[in-house]
């Protein structure tokens, strides 16, 4: 597969042959699915969190007397039937995360980079730099451009004067090619790589 390669200025830069292994695969949506429920329950926090009748801070008292009230029995108004008592098997802090092959995993970044290729929305960049890592140059730059909502990776390193310029844009994001995953490829219209990027990528994922 063979793409044309632009500059930020949007002049045109020769061209590059993509690996068909890598950007021309027929994507799968229960791969990329799958991939991405394992990428957010790996993220999920699972910090909640609520009182079981040990933990809440209430009086041992005995309520009433065992017999005789014409009432139910109670021992302590820690009980979960009673208000400010404790919660019965309740969320506690745990893992939300789950296993995933690597195999798969490998699979799902190249379904996601086949699926952008497929739909006309992956872009190749000469190189991602800006003079004096200026916001509003890049931001006129990436409105010439038409990217909307990109998602810009490089090679190992990220070009620190383009890393600056993007950090107050909200429709433009920057990883290194480590970094690339498939839910923020998917979460953005436009997936731009750059030769170096390119060229990381396929190095990983061969």
């Given at each position: 597969m063979?793409?044309?390669?632009?500059?930020?200025?949007?002049?045109?830069?020769?061209?590059v042959e993509l690996s068909d292994e890598i950007f021309g695969q027929e994507p799968r949506r229960d791969i990329l699915y799958r991939v991405v429920r394992w990428q957010r329950n790996k993220a999920q926090a699972g910090t909640h969190k609520v009182k079981t009748r040990s933990e809440v801070s209430y009086s041992t008292k005995k309520?009433?007397?065992q017999k005789g009230s014409g009432g139910a029995r109670h021992g302590s108004r820690k009980a979960p039937i009673f208000r400010k008592g404790g919660v019965y098997k309740g969320p506690t802090p745990r893992s939300h995360g789950h296993e995933l092959t690597k195999k798969v995993r490998r699979m799902g970044l190249m379904h996601a980079l086949s699926a952008k290729a497929q739909a006309g929305q992956l872009v190749i960049l000469d190189a991602a730099n800006v003079e004096g890592g200026k916001t509003a140059m890049l931001a006129q730059q990436v409105k010439d451009l038409g990217w909307k909502r990109a998602l810009v990776i490089d090679g190992a390193n990220v070009n620190e004067d383009f890393a600056q310029a993007a950090r107050n844009?909200?429709?433009?994001?920057?990883?290194?090619?480590?970094?690339?995953?498939?839910y923020d490829i998917l979460k953005r219209d436009t997936l731009v790589l750059t030769k170096a990027g390119v060229e990381a990528l396929e190095a990983r994922l061969k």
């Open positions: 063979k793409l044309d390669v632009i500059k930020m200025d949007g002049s045109a830069a020769g061209s309520i009433v007397r844009l909200d429709n433009v994001d920057v990883l290194p090619s480590m970094g690339a995953n498939v």
